[in-house]
């Protein structure tokens, strides 16, 4: 039997609905993912840490989870909104119910009500802050819990999110058709990868790419790793995805640009194209919306081709930091960055998720170019 549950939005919107998953009251920000598929592996990205996802798929929770699909270990998403969740899930692959899944982590799950009317309200009034709750249906109570609770840019999940201790990753991509992680090729180059929230996927392909991953946390010291690539121990570092604003994150920041000053090759996604960008002294802005979803084309300028692709962020750097940086891509939906190369440093960078999961792979040569970047 599902429990009621009660939503109150910072501009006031309250609402009725229905709740799976987790008993609980939880505060976070309203964002919206147009991916038609692969919800388990959304709710397991920590770039959603902090925030409640409205899927505009109008069915899930159909295909169940798996192990297989999780990038990370745990749920990180506040909770979920969707139009309709199916406990009786029919996939072969399936293990047990996204229901199970939101227990076992303490995520809210929403369902029963209209996720168009939401995504409108999103995409009309901006990513909004709210509070949902299958514990309490007082709407002056809600409202009193949401205004005392700090706003999702005040918040660093990065330290949640990230690692505790350095480990090697060793997997490849998965097999899809084998069900199993493919071996990975002999290693032709070594990169540290700085955790503030990778998912695993981008690991496997790090790794399928040719490249040796060592998996470090998030509060690293720049000494040291400058120290290991003169002592050619590393070739590289890599700057992860992760959940929160860019700005929050001043000691990352100034480590960062210990390493551009010390010209080590560096590699950014989302976050960590972020980081690099405020660490040139070009801070991030925040869209209005987001951008998180599995279909936004993408033009590389400079082959022309148009590549479809997965994103999933809430900022972007702005378009002034073509003084310092060649773009690479441009997202076509709002001409706003998707990848940069610096032109002082061996450091480029893109906003989209090449590494997808989900989502179309047409960017996952980025990973093999990494490669080459750091043998040159």
């Not at 990513?127 to 609770?149: N, T």
């Not at 090729?185 to 695993?200: C, L, M, Q, S, W």
């Not at 960062?256 to 560096?266: C, F, S, T």
């Amino acid at each position: 039997m599902m429990r009621d549950a009660w939503i109150y939005l910072e501009n006031g919107t309250f609402l009725q609905a229905k709740s799976f998953g987790a008993d609980t009251t939880s505060v976070g920000e309203l964002v919206f993912n147009t991916s038609m598929s692969g919800y388990q592996e959304i709710i397991t990205d920590p770039s959603y840490a902090g925030q409640f996802v409205t899927f505009t798929a109008p069915e899930i929770g159909n295909v169940g989870v798996n192990e297989d699909d999780m990038e990370s270990s745990c749920t990180h998403a506040k909770g979920v909104i969707v139009r309709k969740y199916q406990q009786r899930y029919s996939n072969f692959r399936g293990e047990k119910a996204l229901d199970l899944l939101l227990k076992e982590h303490g995520c809210m799950g929403i369902c029963e009500i209209d996720t168009r009317y939401l995504t409108k309200m999103v995409r009309s009034e901006g990513a909004m802050m709210m509070v949902a709750s299958s514990q309490i249906s007082d709407k002056e109570a809600l409202k009193a819990i949401l205004e005392s609770s700090p706003r999702i840019e005040e918040m660093n999940y990065i330290e949640e999110v990230s690692t505790k201790e350095a480990y090697l990753h060793v997997n490849g991509t998965y097999d899809t058709a084998r069900f199993t992680y493919n071996k990975a090729p002999k290693a032709e180059a070594t990169v540290v990868v700085v955790d503030f929230g990778v998912k695993r996927n981008i690991l496997n392909e790090l790794t399928q790419a040719g490249i040796a991953v060592e998996v470090i946390p998030n509060n690293f010291n720049a000494e040291v790793l400058i120290q290991r690539y003169e002592h050619k121990e590393i070739d590289g570092v890599f700057l992860s995805n992760g959940p929160g604003d860019p700005l929050v994150l001043k000691k990352e920041h100034k480590e960062i640009r210990k390493l551009i000053d010390a010209k080590v090759p560096m590699f950014g996604i989302c976050l960590g194209h972020q980081l690099l960008s405020i660490s040139h002294g070009y801070e991030t802005f925040k869209l209005k919306f987001g951008h998180h979803g599995g279909n936004h084309p993408v033009k590389n300028m400079k082959s022309g081709r148009v590549e479809i692709t997965a994103q999933n962020h809430n900022y972007n750097v702005p378009d002034s930091i073509a003084a310092i940086a060649e773009i690479t891509h441009v997202n076509l939906f709002d001409n706003t960055i998707e990848g940069l190369k610096y032109k002082s440093a061996p450091v480029f960078s893109v906003q989209h998720h090449p590494e997808a999961s989900p989502g179309p792979k047409e960017s996952h040569y980025i990973f093999r170019d990494f490669l080459e970047h750091i043998k040159r």
